[in-house]
């Protein structure tokens, strides 16, 4: 089967994937006032002798699928998602990478956001579940991350709670929720030992829903970020993954 081909809409977004990933752009094509701005990247692919040319609004929205294009659109591959492997696991323990889990977050767009801040704070690897629900890398979200995607590792695990099960022997598997019974991040994190602890894995769960059961189930803790407004339940995904990877990760290296 050939790959699908996605859209990749937006000026920093085809800026960052032509500076990772030069050869992964099929086709380009952008408005008359965009073609002033990559001169660079119409020069390589010239010599490679790809297809890019200047087109109408009308033809550029139709390319992208969308009103939102940005004034230019890439075409590439979609990639395929790499599967996790114990291998993997131990070289990512070894290293104390921070591991930001995806539970059937099913909003594109929330996916590019938190796609955007991971990438923003330096992490590097977002595992996702083999799930109908769960949104993964395309065009929406590569627009909304405005070039994070292009420093991210997007991975792929067919169950998630027996994934996390196996996390465990190597990852503190912290879960987020909003129900009573649950510790704030802040306390979760004081308890734990300042030197020498064990790397943490973080799972954001589906908007509407939260983690599923099973997954919650085998999580070591399940945080919350506590709220001044009592009267506003939640965060957005995006929004709260954003804060709670400032305080796991960021915040004690500031």
Not at 45 to 63: F, M, P, Q
Not at 185 to 195: C, I, L, N
Request: hydrophobic content about 45%.
């Amino acid at each position: 089967m050939r790959p699908k081909e996605i859209p990749v809409c937006g000026l920093a977004a085809v800026q960052a994937l032509f500076e990772k990933e030069p050869a992964s752009i099929k086709r380009l094509f952008f408005d008359a006032a965009t073609s002033r701005r990559v001169p660079k990247i119409t020069s390589a692919l010239a010599k490679a002798k790809r297809v890019y040319r200047v087109v109408t609004n009308e033809e550029l929205e139709k390319i992208a699928a969308t009103k939102h294009h940005g004034g230019i659109v890439a075409v590439i591959d979609a990639k395929q998602l790499a599967r996790v492997s114990v291998a993997q696991l131990r070289e990512w323990a070894g290293q104390r990478a921070p591991l930001l889990i995806l539970d059937r977050v099913g909003n594109a767009h929330n996916l590019g956001a938190i796609a955007r801040t991971a990438a923003f704070f330096g992490l590097q690897d977002i595992i996702l579940p083999d799930h109908p629900q769960q949104a993964v890398p395309g065009e929406a979200a590569y627009r909304v991350a405005e070039g994070g995607m292009e420093f991210l590792h997007f991975w792929q695990v067919g169950n998630l709670a027996e994934f996390c099960r196996d996390l465990r022997e190597f990852y503190d598997v912290l879960g987020t929720a909003v129900a009573s019974g649950t510790q704030s991040v802040r306390k979760w994190k004081t308890a734990q030992p300042r030197h020498g602890g064990r790397p943490i894995a973080l799972i954001m769960g589906n908007e509407e829903h939260g983690l599923a059961p099973d997954v919650a189930e085998v999580c070591g803790a399940l945080v919350h970020l506590p709220a001044p407004n009592p009267r506003v339940e939640s965060l957005n995904v995006s929004v709260a993954a954003g804060i709670l990877i400032w305080e796991l990760w960021v915040r004690d290296r500031a």
